[in-house]
C-alpha cells in the first residue's frame, strides 16, 4: 500500500508527500530496527539471569567440595613434611599410633576436583563475553586457570606419589582390601622402619608436588567464593 503510494507521488511529481513518504519509511525502518535490538537484549538478560542462577548454584556445590580438599591437602603436607623430619631425625617416633597416620596420610594426592558445568559450557561456547560483569568475569576466568593448572598437576603428582615401584610403598605394607584403606588403623598392614630411610628423595618430591596441588586448590577456592560473594549481592 505505501509503496503505491509513493509510486503514485512520484508519477505527480508531488515532491512534498513523497519526502513525508520517505520520512514514515525511514521513521518505521528505525522502531523495526530499535525493537528487533530491545527484543534481542531482553533474550540475552533472560539467558543471563538464568546462567547466572545456574553458576550461583553450581559453585555453591563445588564450594566445601573444594574447601575439603583444601583442608586435607592442609594435613597431607603436614604429615609428608613430619615423615620426612622424623626421618632426618633417625630416631623412630615413640607414637606408634601418631606415626601410622602420618605414614598413611603423606601417601595421599587429592582428585581433581568437580568442574562447574556452566562454566565449561560458557568456554566452550566462547561465551565468558555474555557475563555482564566484569569483575565477575575475571573471577570465573581465574577460576578456570587455577582448575586447568590442577589438571595438568594431577597426572604427574598422582603417578609420583603413587609410583608402584617407590621405596615407601616397598617400606610400608598396606591392605590387600581397599575398603580398609580410609582409616589408617586398618590401612597399613606394617611398615619397616630401615627400609623407610631409603625414602627421603622421593618423599621430597611427594611434598613439592603436594604443596602445588595445595596451592591450586586453596586458589581455586578462593575464586569460587569470590564468584559467589558477586553472584549474591
Given amino acids: ?85 622424623a626421618l632426618r631425625a633417625g630416631a623412630m617416633p615413640e607414637d606408634e599410633e601418631s606415626f601410622r597416620w602420618t605414614l598413611w596420610r603423606a601417601n595421599h594426592f587429592e582428585d581433581i576436583p568437580s568442574l562447574s558445568a556452566s562454566y565449561a559450557e560458557l568456554v566452550a561456547s566462547g561465551g565468558l563475553s555474555r557475563i555482564s560483569n566484569p569483575e565477575l568475569r575475571t573471577a570465573l576466568i581465574r577460576y578456570g586457570d587455577h582448575f586447568g593448572r590442577y589438571d595438568r598437576l594431577y597426572g604427574v603428582g598422582i603417578s609420583t606419589v603413587l609410583d608402584p615401584n617407590s621405596h615407601y610403598l616397598g617400606a610400608v605394607k598396606w591392605s590387600t582390601d581397599p575398603e580398609l584403606w580410609s582409616d589408617p588403623e586398618t590401612a597399613i598392614v606394617s611398615y619397616d622402619w630401615n627400609a623407610l630411610q631409603s625414602t627421603e628423595a622421593e618423599l621430597q618430591a611427594w611434598l613439592a608436588y603436594q604443596n602445588d596441588g595445595a596451592r591450586n586448590i586453596r586458589n581455586m577456592h578462593s575464586e569460587v567464593r569470590k564468584i559467589l560473594a558477586l553472584l549474591e549481592n
Fill in 1 to 85: 500500500m505505501l509503496l503505491r503510494r509513493i509510486t503514485q507521488h512520484i508519477k505527480d511529481q508531488n515532491w512534498f508527500a513523497v519526502s513525508i513518504d520517505f520520512v514514515i519509511v525511514v521513521v518505521g525502518v528505525f522502531i523495526g530496527i530499535q525493537v528487533a535490538n530491545w527484543n534481542d537484549e531482553r533474550v540475552a538478560a533472560a539467558d543471563e539471569a538464568d546462567l547466572l542462577v545456574r553458576l550461583t548454584e553450581e559453585m555453591q556445590a563445588l564450594e566445601p567440595e573444594l574447601a575439603e580438599d583444601a583442608e586435607n591437602y592442609n594435613a597431607t603436607v603436614k604429615a609428608t613434611g613430619a615423615l620426612l623430619s
